[in-house]
């Protein structure tokens, strides 16, 4: 199943069309999209194997983020050793957690302003939660998984780092600073759910001496560090995770900082991810 948001309302993409789960539940499945997940059992019960009637044309730009209110959003830093490599830090033995704050999280192809000279981009697998969770094992962890989706974390570098003490979670939170969807996909559409390439592409000024089109990360999720299921069960070890919440795992080697390059206003950002789709980002002067 592929879950999105088309302007507030939950809906599932078949085939290129959407169908709007409300309507063709018949007020059984709210239109709300975190209810979704609150209720994924069941809804996942009467999902599957379903024919919903026929969908409609949509426009992409209306796509929202597929879960806007979670009550929790987690994200793993120096997840994948070529990453932490490049960033000259070790590889680390337990989670690196931050957050960043709900206010940041927007639809898959949004506008992002700039707020400074110091912004980079991270792609990321966006984890969605589907079952209430404390302390569980691995296999537990992944049982709660409803889906995946595709993130980009960006980073006004001088905020997160100024001192005394980095403040990774307000330089990650700015407006449309935790763009993703384009909707939440289950694990069974994916061949290898556990190793899935996942790329960025930046267009634009930043671009230029490349042809205008560069390939600055291109990686697998296979390489993380801690995989999903570990990530989920570490969490829950302290926290309570809770339907609807969100985790982004990390990001592969290529970020701009290493390059030594930011993001220009004019410049797009498409992020991919295999068997998920693209999101793409406009960046524009503040």
């Known amino acids: 199943m592929r879950i999105a948001n088309l302007d507030g309302r939950a809906v599932l993409i078949q085939k290129g069309l959407a169908v709007d789960i409300n309507t063709a539940s018949e007020g059984r499945f709210g239109p709300d999209p975190r209810s979704i997940f609150e209720n994924w059992d069941a809804f996942r019960g009467w999902a599957a194997g379903r024919t919903l009637g026929p969908g409609k044309p949509f426009d992409e730009g209306a796509l929202q ?35 960043k704050f709900a206010s940041a999280l927007a639809g898959p192809n949004v506008t992002v302003e700039l707020p400074s000279e110091s912004v980079d981009y991270e ?43 980095p403040q990774f979670s307000l330089g990650k939170s700015f407006p449309n600073f935790a763009p993703f969807g384009p909707a939440v996909v289950t694990l069974d559409e994916l061949a290898t759910p556990d190793a899935l390439s996942i790329s960025a592409v930046l267009e634009g000024p930043s671009a230029a001496a490349h042809g205008g089109r560069w390939t600055v990360q291109d990686g697998t999720t296979a390489d993380m560090i801690f995989p999903v299921s570990r990530i989920i069960s570490d969490l829950s070890a302290v926290v309570t995770l809770f339907p609807g919440d969100l985790i982004f795992t990390g990001t592969p080697a290529g970020v701009g900082m290493a390059r030594g390059i930011y993001l220009r206003p004019g410049d797009t950002l498409t992020s991919t991810i295999e068997g998920l789709g693209s999101i793409s980002n406009r960046l524009v002067r503040a």
């Open 123 to 165: 792609t990321e697998l966006v984890v969605v939660i589907g079952h209430k969770l404390h302390k569980g094992d691995e296999a537990e962890s992944r049982a709660a998984i409803a889906g995946y989706a595709v993130g980009q974390d960006y980073s006004e570098r001088h905020v997160q780092t100024r001192g005394p003490a």
């Open 65 to 99: 983020a597929p879960v806007p209110d979670p009550r929790q959003v987690f994200a793993i830093g120096l997840n994948y050793a070529d990453h932490a490599d490049e960033a000259k830090l070790g590889h680390p033995e337990n989670l690196v957690v931050f957050t």
